[in-house]
C-alpha cells in the first residue's frame, strides 16, 4: 500500500525546478480550456471560472460553507485520530510480537482489495444515521496506512539499537518513547500522509449517500438544485482542503523528522 | 619470541595467577548453535578462556567464525546453548550496565544530538538533565569531539561517530568494554588514529577490554593477549600474550616484533583456512 | 589443536526443541497459517455466538450469508449484479489505467510532457475523485458512462503517479550504458527504461486497482439505479432500506470475494510476468 500522496510530490519533486513556467503553462492551458468552454457554450451548466469564485464567496458569506464544512472536518477528524491511535497500536504490537505479526499481516494484505466502503450500509444498520457510522468508516480505512506505516517504520529499529538500549538498562516504556517511537516517526508520518486523502474521500462519500449536512451534501443538494456553480465551488473547496492537509503534514514531516535533512545532503 | 607463544590453550595468562586471585570473566565450554529452518549453524563449540581484571584481550579471526556471537553472549544479549558463564565468580543473567558494549555501527540516535545521546545513559539512569549534559560534555572531551556537542550523527565522519559511540560506552562506567570490530567501517588512516587513541584511553583507564578484529595488526597493536578463532565450528585455535611494552603509540608499529607477530598469527590463520587461502598472499590488510 | 578445553564441558542445554516449540515455529514461518486459524476461529465465535446467545435480525450467522448467496447466485440475481458492477469497474479501471500509464510513462521520458501535465495534476489530485460524479452527472445524469468515467479518473493518479516516479528514477547510468552500447532512442527506451520502470508502474497499478473497488462501490451508492442495473453497490443500499438482510449480506459477500481474488489473480500474474523483480516495492 504504498503512499499516492508521497507518491505524488516525489513525483512533483524529480521534476526539474527550472521550467516551472512550462508547469503554470499547463495550469493555464487547463484553466483557459475551461473558460473557453465555459464562455462559449452560454449555458448554466459550465459556470465561468469568475462564476464559481462568486459562489465561493457568496457560500462562505451565508455561512453555509461554514456551517457543512465544520461538521465534514469534526467528522474526519475525529475518524483519522482514532485511526491514528488504534493503527499506531497494532503496527507497534505487530512489530513486537511475532504471533502478533503473523496473525496481523496476512489479514492485512488479505482485506486491502476490499473495498471498506461496502461496510455503510451495515455500519448504519448497526449505529443509525449520522456521525458514527462515518467516523467508524474512516477509522477503517485510515487504519491501513497508519498501521502498516507503523509496522514498517517499527520494524525498522536495528537490533543494535534495541541492545543499546538494553545495554543502558532502559524499561520498555522508555525504549518506546526514545527508541522505537523516533525511529518509526518518518514511517508513521508516511502513513499519516497516505491516510489524509482516503479520510476526506471517505467522509465525504458518506456525506454524499442520504444525508443532510457536511460538505458532501451541500454538493448533493446544489445538484438537485441544478446549480453547477455550487457544485464546483464546493469541488474547489475539497480540492484546497486535500492540498492543505498534505502540505500540513508534509512540513510536519520536515519539523519532525528533521534529521534524515543532514542524511540525504 | 616463540617462548611468549604457547601452544593452544595449554594457558591463559589467568591461570599463571595466584589462584587466590579469581579471573573477573570465566567463559567455561561455551556453546551456541542457530537453528532455522531446520538448519543447524554450530556458531560456537566450546570456548573456553579466563579473562583477568584489566587486560586487554583482542579476539581475531575470521569473517563468521562466532566472534560477534561470542561478544553477545558475553554482554548477556544471547543465550549460550551449553557451558557457563561467570562474571566475578556470578553466572550472567543478561544485559548490564557493568559490560558496555560498542557495535560494529556507532550506534547513534540520528534524531538525537551527540551531547543527547552521550547523555542518554545518564538520564535512564535517572540523573537530572543539567548533569548528564555535563557527564557528557566531559567525555566527549576525553575523546577528543569538544566543540561538536551540538551536532547530528549525520553530521560527522565515521571516525567521529565511533568516538561519540565510545564516549556513550565509557558512560556506563563498565567494568569491561565489549568492542566488537568498532573501526571496521572506518579508513585505514583514521583507523590507525583511532588504535592510538583507545589505548591511550585505554591505558589511563584500567578497564578490561574485549575487542573483535579480524585484522591482525590491530589485535596486535592493540592487545595484551590475543585469542585466534577459527571456523565452523567457532573455537579458539590459539592463545597468545603479546609482549610488546607500554605506553604504545606510533612507534611501536615500526617495532620489528610486530612484524613477527603478523607473520605468526598469519600463519596460524592460513593453517586454519587450509592450502586453498595460500595463494592470497601474507596480508590480511586491505 | 590439542587439549583444546581446559573445563570439562559441563553441557547445559538452554533450549530444548520441544514439540509444541517446533509446532508453533513452524506456524511463525509461515504466518498465513496464524492468520487463517485466527480468521476461522473469528468466523467460528460469530457463528457460535449467533445461533446460541442470538444477533440483531439485520446480522446474519456466516452460515446464514453462505446459504443466501448460494441461493441468490442459483437464481441469478447476485450474477446479474456482479456482473453490472464489474462491467463498470472493468471498463473504468482499464481507460484510467492505460491512460495514465501511458503518459506517466511518456511524461517521464520527456522533460517538457511532464513538466506540462505535472501542473493539471497536481491541481486535480487533491480533489476527492468521487465529486466528480455529481459534475458529470449534470451532463451524463447517473449513468454507466458517469460512472465509468469517475472510476476511470480515480484509476488514473495512482497509475500516471507511479509510471511518471517510476520512469524518472531509472538509473541514469543504465541508459548512458544503453547509449554507449550503441542503442538508439527506441531500443533503450523498450529495453532499459520500461523494464526497469516496470515494478513501480505495476506497484501503481494495484493500487489503481483498489480504488477502482472502492468507486464502483462509492459511484453505484450514490443515486443509484434500479432493478440489477444497480449493481452490488446500489443494490447493498436499497436492500438496507427494504430489508432485505440477506441480500445486503451476500453482495457484501460478493464484493469482498471478489475484491480478495482480483488483486490475488493480479498478483500471481505479476509474480509470473516479472520474474526476479521486486513487486512489494509499493506495499511499503
Ligand atoms: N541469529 C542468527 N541466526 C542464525 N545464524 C546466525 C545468527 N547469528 C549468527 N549466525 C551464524 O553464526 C555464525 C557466526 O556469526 P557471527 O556473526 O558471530 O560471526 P563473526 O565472526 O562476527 O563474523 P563477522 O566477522 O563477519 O562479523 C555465522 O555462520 C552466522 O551465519
Ligand atoms: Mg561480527
Known sequence: MANPTATATAAIRNASPGPSLRRLLGIALLLAVWELVANTSGTRLTPTLREIGTRI???????????????????AFSGLLIAVVIGCATGLLMARSRWAEAMMQPLLGATYPIPRLALYPILILLFGLGAAPKVTLVVLECLYPMALGTYVGARSVTKDQLWLARNVGAGWLRTLRDVTLPAALPAMLTGLRAAAPIMLIVIVVTEMIGENRGLGYMLMLARANFEPDGVLAVVAVLGV????????????????VFWERGVRM | MSGNIHAPLTSGTATMDPPADQPQLRVASL???FSRNRKTVHALQDVS????????????????????TLLHIIGGFEQASSGSLLLDGRPVAGPGRDRGMMFQQATLFPWKTIESNVAWPFIVDGHKRGEARERAHELLATVGLSGFERSYPAELSGGMRQRAALARTLGLSPDILLMDEPFGALDAQTRELMQEELTRIWEHSGLTVIFITHDIDEAVFLGDRVLVMGARPGRIIADVDVELGRPRGTTTKKDPQMAEYHSHFWELIRQEAGPQADRNGGSDRS | ???????????????????????????????????????????????LYGSTVGLPEYILTPVEIARSAAELTASGRLVELASASLRRLVFGFTIGTATGVLLGLLSGVSRKLGDLLDGPVSLTYPIPKITFLPIIAIWLGFSDPARIIVIAAACFFPAYLNAHAATRSVDQSLVWVAMNAGAGKLRTLMQVVLPAALPRTVAGIRQALALAFIFMFATEAIGSGTGTDAGLGGEMFAARTTGEYEVLWAALATVALLGGTVDATFRWLVGKLMIGQELEAGRG
Open chain 1, 57 to 75: 464567496a457568496f457560500d462562505l458569506e451565508t455561512g453555509m460553507l461554514w456551517f457543512h464544512g465544520r461538521l465534514t472536518l469534526m467528522l
Open chain 1, 241 to 256: 482542503l486535500g492540498f492543505l492537509f498534505d502540505r500540513l503534514i508534509a512540513l510536519l514531516s520536515k519539523l519532525l
Open chain 2, 31 to 33: 556453546g551456541k548453535t
Open chain 2, 49 to 68: 578462556f579466563d579473562v583477568p581484571r584489566g587486560q586487554f584481550l583482542s579476539i581475531l579471526g575470521p569473517s563468521g567464525c562466532g566472534k560477534s
Open chain 3, 1 to 47: 589443536m590439542t587439549g583444546t578445553a581446559l573445563h570439562q564441558p559441563q553441557a547445559v542445554e538452554h533450549r530444548q526443541a520441544r514439540q509444541g516449540v517446533a509446532a508453533s515455529e513452524w506456524m511463525l514461518e509461515r504466518r498465513w497459517p496464524v492468520a487463517l486459524a485466527g480468521a476461522v476461529t473469528l468466523l467460528a465465535l460469530w457463528q
